[in-house]
């Protein structure tokens, strides 16, 4: 075996092609093998502090052996033995957490002024982030998300696994939006994208029921699901039409809203929601309707908090990987919502959004997260995702229950936590190395030194850096 120190795994030029023997994976081109630090056959993560995912305890000095892409051992450091080649990683002082599955990830990017389809620098900010898994939840550019899809898995672009969702689907409109109203329209949509390689599908605050139950139905037919940024239909009504998931939490239900009508979304709903009792009898029927019929929630809170004054904290990070005009167009509009401070609504709102979202999860309710990289430009892919981490511990998480919230709560809203989400032996190992801890000290989930997506490590510092200055331009 061949054991080398983080820096020099991090500089290390790519190692020879697997053998034939090895888990079939793509031919990386030129273009991604730059981003690569480790690709062997083995690789030995040791002396790590592992997370796994699941809620229990951290456990330091372990080791994570990964062969052929797969997670095959996991105990006490000094016990796993690797196989002969494998490059061993000693890890001490830092921590192994399970690739993020980010639940409401676009890969595209607004400001007030723009919208951009980020094919190049989202897949990249998500996987140097730590984020091994996105649900696109919404596209602007379905094919643009198709394309990238194929081309991460083919070897051709780095990036996460996509699960890409259709056009957003809502009622009448001029905009890049599929407005529907019948059900044949609704089922037609459905169809079409779905023989086109799409996966989820989306409505978006205007559609209507009977549209929605045709959509949802045809989905369903087909082996596909539905979730929702939702506002003409409440939360309960869009369970009893058999939705999959719900977008947002309390920013968005409709369930309380006194002048609520069949179909319609209520002019006003967002202000009227700093009305709404968190603790009361209706929102616990809401919560209550959900976790009975297993829908689960996406939490979204990075791109929400973008509406509080002076929040979140200005990382130099962020500043520099924005384009000079979306950087501009972002900071004019934060200004101009701190100079509003007094007049905001949002902060009892944003304080109600926190206890409903802790309220569903101690009900059974299953959370996951995403950043939505949309708004006012601050909330960017991947980091916006470890900003999530932060805010929920805000809203009263537990640190081990917001990662699970992150990472394993993702993947099972997705089907697939049998593959991915939690550090187990026989998953795919999609691992993030974390110098430090995060449990203990919540800022350091922003310190990714390497993210393993199926056995292969990238090098975070060289996918961030390919993208500066271009965030809000591709």
């Not at 030995?44 to 892409?69: C, F, K, M, Q, S």
């Not at 045709?214 to 039409?241: D, N, Q, W, Y």
């Not at 509009?333 to 009892?348: K, L, M």
Request: a negative charge; one cysteine or more.
């Amino acid at each position: 075996m061949r054991t080398v120190s983080l820096p020099m795994a991090l500089a290390a030029s790519l190692l020879l092609a697997l053998p034939a023997a090895a888990q079939e994976r793509p031919d990386f081109s030129e273009n991604v093998r730059e981003f690569i630090s480790v690709d062997a056959p083995a690789v030995l993560l040791n002396y790590v502090t592992v997370v796994d995912g699941t809620g229990n305890p951290a456990v330091p000095d372990r080791a994570v052996l990964i062969e052929n892409g797969r997670i095959t051992q996991v105990g006490p450091a000094g016990y796993v033995r690797p196989p002969d080649g494998a490059e061993v990683l000693e890890l001490r002082g830092h921590t192994v957490i399970p690739g993020i599955v980010g639940l409401h990830n676009h890969t595209f990017y607004t400001t007030a002024n723009r919208r951009a389809q980020a094919s190049v620098t989202a897949p990249r900010l998500y996987l140097a982030s730590g984020v091994t898994t996105i649900r696109t939840t919404g596209s602007y550019h379905p094919y643009a998300e198709i394309n990238l899809k194929r081309a991460i898995e083919t070897g051709q672009e780095a990036g996460p696994y996509m699960h890409v969702t259709g056009p957003y689907i809502t009622g009448p409109t001029m905009s890049y939006m599929t407005g529907v109203e019948t059900e044949e329209e609704a089922r037609r949509v459905v169809a079409y994208w779905a023989e086109e390689g799409a996966t989820w599908f989306k409505f978006y605050t205007r559609v209507n029921r009977e549209a929605a139950r045709a959509a949802i139905a045809e989905a369903h037919r087909r082996g596909l699901k539905f979730t929702g940024h939702i506002c003409s239909l409440s939360f309960t009504e869009a369970v009893e039409l058999g939705i999959d998931n719900i977008e947002h939490g309390f920013f968005t239900n409709t369930d309380w809203d006194p002048d609520k009508q069949p179909d319609e979304c209520p002019p006003g709903a967002l202000t009227r929601l700093a009305d709404v009792e968190v603790d009361g009898p209706e929102v616990a029927a809401t919560i209550r309707t959900m976790v009975e019929n297993d829908v689960p929630m996406t939490s979204t809170l990075a791109v929400y908090e973008l509406m509080l004054p002076d929040r979140p904290p200005l990382e130099d990070r962020v500043l520099e990987a924005l384009a000079p005009e979306a950087r501009a167009e972002y900071l004019a509009t934060r200004e101009a919502i701190a100079a509003r401070a007094d007049d905001s609504p949002w902060t009892p709102i944003w304080e109600k959004a926190l206890a409903f979202e802790k309220a569903f999860h101690d009900a059974g309710g299953v959370l996951a997260a995403g950043v939505d990289p949309t708004g006012i430009g601050g909330a960017l892919p991947g980091f916006g995702d470890q900003r999530n981490y932060e805010l929920l511990l805000e809203a009263g998480f537990a640190p081990l229950e917001a990662l699970r919230i992150m990472t394993l709560n993702g993947a099972i809203v997705l089907g697939e936590d049998d593959q991915y989400g939690s550090i187990e032996e026989g998953k795919l190992a999609n691992l993030v190395v974390i110098e430090g801890d995060p449990v203990e000290r919540s800022e350091e989930i922003r310190n990714v030194r390497m993210v393993f997506r199926e056995g292969v490590g990238y090098d975070p510092d060289a996918l961030i850096a390919s993208v500066q200055g271009r965030v809000g331009i591709d």
